[in-house]
């Protein structure tokens, strides 16, 4: 077997075409484009490249024939949060075979120890991680727009390797319209509660506006940034230049009326955002944006082809929570989808089991558990313990609350 670094634009086609071969006879995977997958090896377009690297090879057999992909990523602040510098892997695709996947990830492993990093996560994004984060391990099914999916044998690959399930990643789905068309109406718990607040003095709710983007950009970024940091410890603050640059080129996709704002005295408190599911379009198109492409992405988005909506991410500002907004949110967004009528379900993915308030949260909408993705972690030092996220937020927590009570 031969490991090729990607350098030319042979090597970066064939990074490309593997996965289209691998799964040409799988009806539930969608090949994204390779556009959108190159932009995130392409230090222009992905700002990660600021403060990281990344690198890419792909492995052939002694006939030549390429057999597995996959790529390694520092990202300097992401690893800096961590106990030890840590980095990331992802983009791993592969035959059923033991020899080149463990060769595989020996290459993406050796990378990362030769620029210090001492753990390797993965499959994860270079980048933030709406998109390309976890592996599949249950769910198998058409997965939507930035949902990763893969083969099933992975998992043995990657827990045979030595990963660890470092965080479980929950999507659940929620019927927008049976099968009579007609609309699921949210538990009525919910409604009253929505209602309820929506009366009350100071709070206002607005969907995002094409021509007052910056605003709300600026909005997401303080909500956002206020609240995240609670939850993640490789936290990086979102940066409303970085977000205009990523609508505009969702912006084909964007449907103003299903990005939702609360404010309290005009100040903004909470945000969820839903995008119409690409997914569903580009499993037409094989990775290609040429004219014909073009002209069938336009005609199936005119014709409201797209029926699934993907909750990407949300947030409300602790001082806020439990109040009843992210209830009055989905109660805007209730109204909307009694309009859109072509509209038949809602994916919201994804959500960590160390988050279990947002668990709470989607199970009161009425949603189920309909996929599990699982991120994994690496100890590449294996004299340091391996320990869980939820349980690494645990420790921190109880080190700020020592820090806290010995400043008083």
């Known amino acids: ?110 990378w990362l120890a030769s620029h210090g990093m001492e753990a390797m996560d993965g499959p994860i994004n270079f980048g933030e991680n709406a998109n390309y984060w976890g592996l599949l391990v249950d769910g198998f099914m058409q997965q939507g727009f930035g949902m990763p999916y893969n083969k099933k044998y992975y998992k043995d690959l990657f827990e045979s390797y030595g990963f660890h399930n470092y965080f479980d990643q929950y999507s659940f789905h929620r019927t927008i319209r049976g099968d009579d068309n007609k609309i699921v109406t949210f538990p009525d718990r919910l409604m009253k509660i929505a209602e309820w607040l929506s009366k009350r003095p100071g709070y206002s709710f607005r969907h995002f506006e094409i021509n007052n983007s910056r605003k709300y950009f600026n909005d997401m970024c303080e909500i956002y940034n206020a609240t995240w940091i609670y939850l993640k410890e490789d936290f990086t603050p979102l940066e409303p230049d970085i977000l205009e640059e990523s609508y505009m080129q969702a912006k084909p996709i964007l449907d103003e009326e299903l990005m939702w704002f609360a404010y309290f005295n005009d100040k903004p408190i909470g945000f969820f955002i839903l995008l119409p599911d690409l997914n569903q379009i580009l499993k037409h198109l094989n990775g290609k944006l040429h004219l014909w492409n073009i002209l069938k992405f336009i005609y199936y988005k005119m014709t409201n082809k797209i029926t699934r909506v993907r909750a990407v991410v949300g947030g409300v500002l602790h001082s806020h929570q ?30 960590g089991d160390y988050n279990p308030k947002m668990v709470v949260i989607y199970e009161a909408l009425g949603a189920k558990k309909a996929k599990t993705h699982v991120t994994y972690r690496y100890m590449i030092n294996d004299k340091l313990k391996f320990i869980r996220y939820i349980d690494e937020m645990a420790e921190n927590q109880e080190n700020r609350s020592t820090k806290n009570q010995e400043v008083k």
């Open 322 to 351: 439990n109040t009843g907004v992210e209830s009055a949110i989905f109660y805007q967004l209730y109204q909307v989808f009694k309009r859109k009528k072509w509209l038949k379900e809602m994916e919201l993915s994804w959500v």
């Open 1 to 110: 077997m031969q490991i090729i670094e990607i350098r030319n634009r042979n090597e970066k086609k064939e990074f490309h075409n593997f996965p289209k071969r691998l799964y040409k006879d799988d009806q539930n995977w969608v090949c994204p484009l390779d556009s959108m997958i190159e932009g995130f090896f392409d230090p222009v377009m992905n700002h990660t490249f600021k403060n990281g690297e990344a690198v890419r090879w792909i492995l052939k057999d002694d006939s030549g024939k390429t057999i597995g992909r996959i790529a390694a990523f520092v990202d300097m602040i992401r690893s800096s949060a961590y106990s030890q510098p840590t980095g990331g892997m992802g983009f791993f695709e592969v035959i059923e075979n033991r020899e080149a996947a463990f060769r595989l990830f020996d290459t993406a492993r050796d």
